[in-house]
């Protein structure tokens, strides 16, 4: 889903529009680990970059974008730093990672988790099990040789895997992030609308998905932030809502 010429625009979103029944929740069939489960893993605390929380006793929520780095990004990650909020980037390769280096690395040098979307978008359960481990490979070396950190999340496109991925990912050192809060904000630039949808379906250990290459997503943060931490939620990358527990390779997460 990537905003890099018409054609390619209007399948990206055909595509997105023919996977909105995955769409809040990511493959319906999948056997994934909650992030109330994947705490009881390990017994401990956790420091974070932003503080120390415990999403044991507090109501943790994470913000994750999808399909950026792009020209919004910038804007997104100064309205992040100025409400103190952490999120988790799942960055897509080509024509994002590549041609936007320095967000990649001021992402993480601000202490969000930079995490990868795979490189070229490519629906992992369609193509064979040498261009899925292409396609997990790429981004993580370019992300590593910008940041220092080799990604250990992934986000599948449409949210779409199966046991293949699994093993790959497993290989690769990989966990896979579903999520249980979408604006759908492929289908509208309606900043107000992108709130109202995130706010009516947000809850206790809710991982939103959000896209930062779409015009209406950013403006719609800083309310999104306001009105969650009004409600008394702590915002956390996914790592930290899962803490003391850690993202095993090959899992599947979602609330």
């Not at 202490?111 to 978008?121: K, R, Y």
């Not at 699994?166 to 759908?184: F, M, N, P, Q, Y």
């Amino acid at each position: 889903m990537e905003r890099t010429g018409a054609g390619f625009r209007a399948a990206t979103m055909f595509a997105a529009a023919t996977a909105l029944a995955l769409s809040l929740t990511g493959c319906a069939n999948v056997d994934a680990t909650a992030p109330s489960a994947a705490r009881t893993q390990s017994a401990g605390g956790v420091q974070a970059r932003f503080g120390s929380v415990d999403c044991r006793e507090a109501k943790c929520i994470a913000l994750t974008f999808d399909a950026g780095p792009s020209e919004n990004s910038a804007r997104l990650l100064d309205i992040l730093k100025e409400k103190h909020v952490p999120a988790t980037f799942f960055l897509l390769g080509k024509r994002h990672i590549e041609k936007y280096p320095q967000l990649v690395r001021r992402m993480a040098a601000e202490g969000h988790e930079v995490a990868s979307h795979t490189w070229d978008h490519k629906i992992l359960t369609r193509i064979e099990p040498d261009e899925i481990r292409a396609e997990l490979e790429r981004p993580n070396e370019e992300i590593e040789r910008l940041t220092g950190q080799r990604p250990t999340l992934m986000r599948p496109p449409q949210g779409r895997t199966d046991d293949t991925v699994h093993d790959i990912c497993r290989e690769l050192g990989l966990s896979e992030v579903l999520w249980s809060v979408t604006a759908k904000d492929y289908t509208t630039t309606d900043s107000d609308l992108i709130t109202r949808r995130v706010l009516a379906q947000s809850s206790r250990d809710g991982i939103i998905l959000l896209h930062d290459i779409y015009q209406g997503t950013v403006p719609a943060v800083p309310g999104i932030i306001d009105a969650l931490k009004e409600r008394g939620y702590v915002f956390v990358t996914v790592p930290q809502l899962l803490a003391p527990g850690t993202a095993e390779p090959g899992r599947v997460y979602r609330p």
